[in-house]
């Protein structure tokens, strides 16, 4: 077995595109490429990195004859950590954290994959005036910023505060590529779930989006560049019903908008209150169910109901306090499908 023998076999365990994969290492997909087919051979700092991110020995990736991979490999877990006022969600190409500093809130996103990961984003707010310092590396690569911000964008993540921190939810990338349900296949309810459960992320010139759903709850970052001020991070809970979705108290909220004059500026941080479970709409009361979702379909406190306005095999869409929001069975953003650990 040569050399690009074995670096196709362990980039092809770890489940990573030749991109990904040469992402973790400072490659281009096309060097990945070349080394796999014997006609470039990797630099040795990078084939030690290999055997240190993959959890095997060198020898099996370099010498000939060695029984495959002695190691065992180990896929890296993702989770959600808590401590305090502290919140982390981090998958296997974003992080993002949420602080309640008592007279600050910040949120940072951070992007690259596994341990390799950099601050992209970052947004503060002081609730006492509502005044935001952000700063982002925008789809073009300049820093957008109200702030002296070029030491801050790109500083590594830094995985050692989560050995601290609690971990209250473990789930892994999925790898098998299987097809998501139909709505005629499975329903509203699981397809709402199935079809989110994961990474979706977008950057252009004018705005920065991430958002991490697992366990039925989402951590979001969305910042729009354009203007450099429309910010919105926040941490909530929603649950599919058969006929849509049941958004819950927000607990962590970091909002700024426009000038701070709109009726939407508003920040506001309760990490630590007790998040209370989605309570799902129920008719018995001989309401009518669309009836009820109409008159919830504003704020009601901190709930709110999502009914399925049109839908197809593989599109739903659901209504969203005035506005419509559409979920897709492919949708292009979503960059990683979560699983369970066991």
Not at 45 to 70: E, L, N
Not at 226 to 252: D, W
Request: aromatic share 10%; with cysteine; net charge negative.
């Amino acid at each position: 077995m040569t050399l690009g023998n074995r670096i196709l076999e362990l980039r092809a365990r770890s489940g990573l595109s030749q991109e990904d994969f040469g992402e973790l290492f400072g490659a281009t997909r096309q060097t990945v490429s070349r080394w796999e087919l014997d006609l470039a051979i990797p630099e040795i700092q990078k084939i030690v990195q290999m055997a240190r991110t993959f959890g095997v020995t060198t020898d099996s990736i370099i010498s000939d004859g060695i029984s495959t991979f002695d190691g065992a490999f180990k896929r890296f877990v993702c989770g959600i950590y808590r401590k305090k006022d502290l919140i982390i969600a981090e998958t296997e190409r974003l992080a993002i954290t949420f602080c309640d500093r008592g007279e600050t809130l910040c949120s940072e996103l951070y992007e690259g994959m596994q341990e390799n990961k950099s601050l992209r984003a970052t947004a503060e707010i002081d609730p006492k005036t509502n005044k935001a310092t952000y700063a982002c590396l925008d789809g073009a690569g300049n820093v957008i910023s109200n702030f002296e911000a070029e030491d801050i964008i790109g500083k590594k993540f830094d995985r050692k505060q989560l050995e601290r921190m609690q971990r209250v939810e473990t789930f892994l990338v999925g790898r098998d590529k299987k097809p998501l349900p139909t709505v005629p296949e499975a329903g509203f309810k699981t397809c709402l779930t199935s079809w989110r459960t994961g990474t979706k992320f977008y950057s252009r010139d004018d705005e920065i989006f991430a958002c991490i759903y697992v366990g039925g709850f989402e951590y979001t970052f969305h910042m729009q560049v354009e203007n450099q001020e429309n910010i919105y991070c926040s941490i909530c809970a929603n649950e599919a019903y058969e006929l849509g979705n049941c958004v819950g108290k927000q607990y962590f909220r970091l909002r700024n908008f426009g000038d701070n004059k709109s009726d939407f500026t508003v920040s506001f941080s309760h990490i630590n209150d007790e998040l209370k479970r989605v309570c799902l709409p129920s008719g018995e009361d001989g309401t009518d169910f669309e009836e009820l979702c109409d008159r919830k379909g504003a704020y009601a406190g901190h709930e709110r109901l999502e009914k399925v306005r049109r839908y197809g095999d593989g599109r739903i869409t659901v209504s969203n306090c005035g506005d419509e929001l559409t979920f897709s069975r492919d949708d292009p953003y979503m960059i990683e499908r979560f699983e369970k650990c066991d």
